[in-house]
């Protein structure tokens, strides 16, 4: 029987839920159980050495080993030879990927933090790297003070700025140059998908997710997939899903003021009052006095651009079957075609075209699961003018051919 997995604090801090950002320092000598995080983090190790699970790949951990975690990535200690000292750095992911990719991002690269990371989660530093990341470190401990002794400076002029700012830093130089030797030196066991499931939740939550719809995507059948939720966190699926809605919406009423009726749509909602309803109910205050409360400055910027944002990204999604185009969409906004993809870039990683195929290839999965139409029909209907586009496109998306993945998944589905 698996281990059950424990489902980690939902804030940056234990000691103010407001904090966006934490530091502390942790000791581990043994093994320790799964570990489900809500919140993003970097650990560095100071000293001791052993493997640890990150999403179901086991790694070689010691000094100077450096790991990235996104909000629900599940870990667990596997081993410790020797004695692990290390610092924790918890912060909101959503507010610096927001600032790293509008702020930070003057040349409007394309910037895929989450993928990066993903790829890329533990880097082992060259000496250089090393001394970079610990000064930064440093940094972040006075600003902020250490968690678990409940040492907390006095607040400091621009300290909000300052500890962005860090952060930006600290993901950036974690992240770079270093793929080579991550490659050469990581002793990974072979990849598991299962835990994916978690993030899927986590970044799909506007969207109707079911059992069912997890069955197809992971090639699990339902009940496997309830099991699994189950013996890992102990929680029912729709209880992982309300827990997983809730630390999002947590995220969302204290750094920004999207009306509820949006955060309604944004996070699966049936509407607002469902939204208060399950908020008073899980956190035990109404949500304007939560928001009264613990909303700070910081985050709440450019919500009209967020909210046309939102309104081009809808479109998209709503016409990406009929013949649309960047340039007919940045008219239909009165935008260029560069500030449409880098709306898109922030909001959805990809630029308009590939979020244009990717849509596309998804709703041809459901029609090659679900239909027996031909896959030269299933090309024209869901937007592509040739087979030969749309094969392509498939491939580069699901690297699997369309009539391959229909063989596929009805097989599993019959097992």
């Known amino acids: 029987m698996e281990n059950k997995t424990e489902l980690q604090y939902q804030f940056c801090s234990r000691v103010d839920d407001r904090k966006f950002c934490s530091f502390d320092t942790q000791i581990i000598d043994d093994k320790t159980q ?3 995080h809500q919140t993003s983090r970097f650990l560095y190790i100071n000293k001791g050495r052993g493997k640890m699970k990150i999403n179901e790949e086991e790694f070689e951990v010691g000094p100077d080993t450096m790991i990235s975690l996104l909000p629900f990535d599940c870990t667990e200690v596997t081993e410790v030879r020797e004695t692990l000292q290390y610092y924790v ?11 790293i990719k509008s702020i930070f991002n003057v040349d409007n690269q394309k910037i895929e933090i989450i993928k990066r990371i993903q790829e890329y989660p533990v880097i082992y530093c060259s000496e250089r790297k090393a ?5 930064i470190l440093d940094r972040l401990k006075g600003e902020v003070g250490v968690e678990s002794t409940l040492e907390f ?7 909000s700025v300052y500890l962005v700012n860090l952060l930006v830093e600290l993901m950036v130089i974690s992240q770079r140059d270093d793929e080579k030797q991550w490659m ?25 997710i079911t059992l069912g719809k997890l069955s197809k995507l992971f090639y699990m059948s339902e009940s496997s997939i309830s099991k699994y939720i189950m013996a890992t966190t102990g929680l029912s699926f729709n209880n992982l899903v309300n827990e997983i809605r809730i630390a999002k919406t947590l995220n969302y009423l204290m750094y920004t003021d999207y009306t509820l009726e949006e955060l309604a749509m944004f996070l699966g909602y049936v509407d607002a009052a469902h939204i208060s309803k399950v908020f008073e109910s899980r956190i035990g205050s109404k949500i304007s006095e939560y928001r009264k409360t613990y909303q700070t400055v910081l985050g ?6 967020r909210r046309i944002a939102y309104k081009i990204v809808t479109y998209i999604v709503e016409n990406h ?49 679900e239909t027996d139409m031909t896959i030269t029909d299933i090309a024209i209907e869901v937007g592509f003018n040739t087979v030969k586009t749309f094969t392509r496109n498939f491939v580069l998306n699901k690297q699997i051919t369309p009539s391959t993945y229909r063989q596929k998944v009805r097989a599993e589905g019959g097992n």
């Open 153 to 159: 400076p006095k607040p400091k002029t621009f300290e």
């Open 321 to 369: 079957k009929e013949e649309i185009t960047a340039g007919l969409v940045a008219d239909k906004f009165e935008i260029t075609i560069q500030e449409l993809n880098k709306i898109l870039l922030l909001q959805v990683e990809r630029n308009f075209l590939e979020f244009l195929h990717y849509l596309r290839i998804n709703s041809a999965c459901k029609l090659l699961i």
């Open 300 to 305: 709440i910027c450019n919500i009209e651009e």
């Open 34 to 36: 799964p570990i489900l």
């Open 131 to 135: 001394q970079e990341i610990r000064g």
């Open 184 to 208: 050469e030196k990581v002793a990974a066991t072979k990849k598991g998908e299962k835990t994916e499931i978690f993030r899927y939740i986590y970044t799909h939550l506007s969207e109707k």
């Open 89 to 99: 750095v918890i912060y909101n992911f959503v507010l610096i990927n927001d600032a």
